[in-house]
């Protein structure tokens, strides 16, 4: 626990100096490179806000977020979606309990005293006293002051922060030339590239503070590079990206040849027979297929519906599948707020400490989330849901998996992976940027794509080879096109949620019918 002085209580002028960009003069250099509070400005923050606030309240959740998104097609900027948002959640008790999200670009103690004392001003929501819900004993909000540990975790690299203002025009600058220099090496009678590509580089704080004085402090960055090229044609297309938490393992030259080589090699696709086929998923087709798993785990937020891992109308695991084998005995998948690749804040939203998660250990089904009431019934630890997924992997490479496969096809990437049946985990997709025969241990030529019709909890009870794990980059995704988010964050906005997964070798992966999608 640490309390700042009461001079810096009501000190915010931090909060002007972040808010003028217009010159960088007047700004401490290491804040400027931040671009988010650090620990003690969202204390004095925290304290300041407690301090105006008449209302009972229990605890304060500060959340800044600052992401630089930039768009490029065909060797042009195209725009940026940069963002920087701080936001201050309390409860207050305004008839039944609401929580109060306050969304600010407050500059100074007397601003934010007038937006706290707008919020206390609501008047109360007609309820009939019937309908109000009573008191939880195991209500977070009731439990406040019970000790909690915090596992400490490191998710933050200057690097990616420094890259918001320096390295990204640096890397945009030289993606573009080198989108140029490729578009003009195409042979003769070649068909040029569409090239469309995302930088993204973001910073996140988050501030839990009780009125007690204890508080829990979390922050992490994060990185993403993605290219898409395309023939003119339409015949053709390939795709690239990489994932990092620091950006100084990014590399976006690299991103931009791998899309436009995986392009090349996607030109002539001739068509081959739908069927299933032993296949071979590359780590963003087995990313997109783990992705969507999120909603299975997440028990409190799928209440009375079915899925693969049984009723979830029933905390107390009795139709579930709890401590069943649902995959491979080669498949565990786990969350851990300390995962270098797949690390998340060591506490959720509201304060309560986030652990590992293991899901699914050699097959088995473990546990799921729980929210804190039904966790502290049944004596687990609350998990809102994955802050991220992690598969354990093995030692095959692709080359090894390609080179034991007599007749089978290689896929490089999914898209538009969406669920079909909830009972059976059905997804429906379409095989992109990158489809090959393979033939007597080589990659024969490229074919068109596949739509198909499959459930990861077959797909994943029928696997021949484990490849290394590696974190999947998806790009900026628009709103509606994520998964529900599970960290308290608005589902429409990036980043997602790290998935790290092995490629895999699976045997009668069901390709449903041919697609004319590029």
Same mark, same amino acid.
């Given at each position: ?364 089904? *473990?546990? $799921? %989330?729980?929210?804190?009431? /039904?966790?502290? #019934?049944? @004596?687990? !630890? ?79 009870? *029928?696997? $021949? %080879?484990?490849?290394?794990? /590696?974190?999947? #980059?998806? @790009?900026? !995704? ?41």
């Amino acid at each position: 626990m640490s309390v700042l002085p009461p001079s810096r209580l009501t000190d915010l002028s931090f909060l002007a100096r972040r808010a003028d960009t217009s010159s960088d003069d007047d700004r401490d250099a290491h804040n400027a490179t931040r671009r988010v509070l650090t620990h003690d400005e969202a204390l004095a923050l925290a304290e300041s806000a407690l301090r105006m606030i008449t209302a009972p309240v229990q605890t304060i959740v500060i959340n800044h977020r600052a992401t630089a998104v930039t768009k490029i097609v065909n060797g042009q900027h195209l725009r940026c979606l940069d963002l920087d948002e701080l936001r201050l959640e309390f409860p207050l008790r305004i008839g039944s309990k609401l929580q109060v999200t306050i969304g600010t670009n407050v500059r100074d103690a007397e601003t934010l005293q007038a937006v706290i004392r707008r919020a206390e001003s609501r008047k109360a929501p007609s309820i009939r006293k019937e309908d109000e819900e009573p008191g939880d004993a195991d209500d977070p909000s009731l439990v406040w002051s019970r000790p909690k540990q915090y596992l400490p975790v490191s998710l933050w690299h200057d690097s990616t922060a420094r890259a918001m203002a320096t390295a990204r025009g640096e890397a945009l600058a030289n993606m573009v030339r080198q989108m140029h220099m490729l578009r003009e090496r195409q042979g003769v009678g070649m068909s040029p590239f569409a090239m469309a590509g995302t930088i993204a580089v973001s910073a996140r704080a988050r501030l839990c503070h009780y009125v007690n004085g204890m508080s829990a402090w979390g922050e992490c960055t994060d990185s993403e590079v993605t290219v898409s090229a395309r023939t003119l044609d339409g015949k053709a297309s390939g795709w690239s990206g990489q994932a990092h938490r620091d950006w100084d393992q990014i590399q976006p030259e690299r991103v931009v040849r791998d899309a436009v080589e995986m392009a090349n090699r996607m030109r002539g696709a001739v068509r081959l027979e739908p069927g299933r086929y032993t296949t071979v998923l590359g780590p963003a087709a087995v990313g997109q297929l783990v992705r969507m798993m999120h909603y299975w785990f997440a028990v409190q937020a799928n209440r009375g519906l079915t899925s693969p891992f049984g009723l979830t109308n029933s905390p107390d695991g009795k139709q579930l599948r709890l401590g069943q084998r649902v995959f491979d005995e080669r498949i565990s998948m786990w969350s851990d707020p300390d995962d270098p690749m797949g690390g998340y804040f060591p506490f959720f939203g509201d304060g309560w400490p986030s652990g590992k998660g293991v899901w699914i250990e050699h097959g088995v089904l *473990r546990t $799921l %989330a729980y929210d804190e009431s /039904e966790a502290l #019934a049944m @004596g687990r !630890l609350p998990m809102v849901g994955p802050m991220s997924v992690h598969v354990a992997g093995g030692t095959t490479t692709l080359e090894e998996m390609i080179a034991n496969c007599d007749r089978g096809v290689y896929v490089h990437r999914f898209g538009n992976v969406q669920v079909a049946n909830n009972e059976s985990g059905g997804l429906i997709g379409t095989t992109r940027d990158g489809c090959f025969l393979i033939t007597d241990g080589k990659i024969a030529h490229p074919i068109t794509n596949f739509r198909f019709f499959e459930s990861p909890f077959l797909v994943f009870n *029928r696997i $021949l %080879a484990v490849g290394v794990p /590696e974190r999947v #980059a998806f @790009g900026f !995704l628009r709103p509606n096109q994520i998964i529900p988010s599970v960290d308290g964050d608005r589902e429409d906005e990036w980043p997602n949620p790290p998935i790290v997964v092995p490629p895999l070798m699976v045997r009668d992966f069901n390709f449903s019918s041919l697609s004319d999608a590029v």
